[in-house]
């Protein structure tokens, strides 16, 4: 895949302004997994990206995990790969609905206008970026570049707009970058009728 042009720049808008860009962030995230990945080890451990593409990080690129903040936006995002290609909603199933608590140091915010305006972004790009199409003819989309950008500063994770829920937002955390007092916490575990 040919990375995205404005890559390298993305990441220069980032250069040193994490003190001033990130906030902390603490509160309940949502998702839905396939069955087999309902291990407590598996539920947010970030490693879907190391197997397929999604809208903020190319395959391979990093391990980063994909939360809603709230149980709708979930499903929407649970149900949009397969809507995007035509598929019936009845073959996204099964899945699991998870909890987890996050208590993140550093997130940036996409949903804040004045954010958006300091990284030379805008909402319609975050939400109208069809990155499938843009995936399917070679080229890395925009919200991966910045994907990328966000995981190579340091950030903890940010926030965006849904591109599946109107009015919906995902948390989007880097696992490997959480601080020691930071912390993505599963609620409660699965347990499967014997």
């Not at 709230?70 to 099964?94: H, M, Q, V």
């Not at 804040?112 to 909402?123: A, C, P, V, W, Y």
């Not at 910045?146 to 989007?172: H, T």
């Amino acid at each position: 895949m040919i990375i995205h042009p404005e890559r390298a720049a993305l990441s220069h808008r980032l250069d040193g302004k994490l003190d001033e860009l990130a906030k902390p962030f603490e509160g309940s995230v949502f998702r839905f997994v396939a069955p087999k990945y309902c291990a407590v080890s598996e539920m947010f451990a970030g490693k879907g990206p190391l197997y397929s593409d999604g809208r903020w990080l190319a395959q391979g690129d990093w391990l980063a995990t994909y939360t809603a903040l709230l149980p709708e936006t979930a499903l929407a995002e649970a149900l949009a790969s397969n809507r995007y290609y035509g598929f019936p909603d009845e073959k996204s199933a099964p899945l699991v609905f998870v909890t987890a608590k996050a208590k993140l140091r550093q997130v940036i915010d996409l949903r804040d206008g004045k954010i958006r305006q300091r990284l030379r972004t805008s909402e319609a790009s975050i939400i109208k970026t069809d990155w499938r199409k843009e995936n399917n003819a070679g080229y890395e989309a925009i919200t991966q570049g910045w994907g990328w950008a966000f995981q190579d500063s340091g950030v903890e994770g940010f926030i965006a707009p849904s591109a599946a829920d109107q009015g919906g937002a995902n948390l989007i955390v880097f696992p490997g970058k959480l601080a020691r007092s930071s912390s993505l916490k599963v609620l409660s575990e699965v347990e499967w009728p014997r």
